[in-house]
């Protein structure tokens, strides 16, 4: 199975503050997403990313959260203005086309 | 949409034993079915998966079944050993996959 590496594996951070969780990605995999997975609950959708776009989110990807791919290779997630309820843990998950999907390393991110 | 309950939420079984994990799913529309074990401190890895066209599939020990009828699918574990030991967590979609997980399952695998 194809590993995707995450930076950084823990981030602690005050609220209010700006984080930005990076995903290093396969080179030939073109789907990308988010999801985070808050301690003891479901994993939970954020985005999904292709072609430099989004290309789905859901309903907690509010504007606070942004995605992009700046340098046509790491994938970042960045929360503008962080939550006590935004601490969980963060993966990126990839793929190719129609093919199966792959979590990353993770994030843990805690907010005080 | 897609609504994955997921049961149990623990379960302990002895080495050499059998698991099953069962997961129900509300959207008829979804077509692809993944398995994922997360062990302590790691993201989870997919370990099976199936599509609504297949009813069964195995892979040594891990075997899923799918019931589209009843919406409902089971991850299967024989000869279980102790690093069997893991969160199990099942999902749903369509294909290409936004995943619509399960709550996972605490598996303890006793020596």
């Known amino acids: 199975e194809p590993e995707v590496t995450q930076t950084p594996s823990h981030q602690v951070t005050q609220m209010g503050q700006e984080v930005i969780l990076r995903c290093v990605p396969i080179s030939n995999h073109l789907y990308f997403y988010w999801y985070r997975q808050i301690l003891g609950q479901k994993v939970e959708f954020l985005v999904s990313f292709y072609n430099n776009e989004i290309s789905e989110k859901s309903e907690i990807f509010d504007d606070q959260f942004s995605v992009e791919r700046p340098d046509g290779s790491n994938f970042t997630l960045k929360i503008r203005s962080t939550k006590l309820e935004d601490s969980a843990m963060y993966f990126c998950?990839?793929?190719?086309?129609?093919?199966?999907?792959?979590f990353g390393s993770g994030t843990q991110l805690s907010v005080l | 949409g897609e609504n994955v309950e997921q049961h149990p939420s623990t379960l302990s079984v002895q080495e050499g034993d059998s698991a099953v994990i069962k997961c129900t799913y509300s959207?008829?529309?979804?077509?692809?079915f993944p398995w994922y074990k997360q062990e302590l401190g790691k993201g989870p890895q997919l370990i099976i998966d199936?599509?609504?066209?297949?009813g069964e599939k195995k892979d040594q020990r891990i075997a899923v079944t799918l019931n589209k009828t009843a919406k409902h699918f089971s991850l299967h574990i024989t000869e279980t050993q102790p690093e069997d030991s893991a969160v199990y967590f099942c999902?749903?979609?369509?294909?290409?996959?936004?995943?619509?997980f399960g709550q996972g399952t605490i598996l303890t695998v006793h020596p």
């Open positions: 999902a749903a979609s369509h294909y290409p996959p936004i995943l619509t």
């Open positions: 998950l990839h793929s190719k086309p129609n093919e199966k999907l792959f």
């Open positions: 959207d008829s529309a979804s077509n692809y």
């Open positions: 199936i599509r609504s066209n297949v």
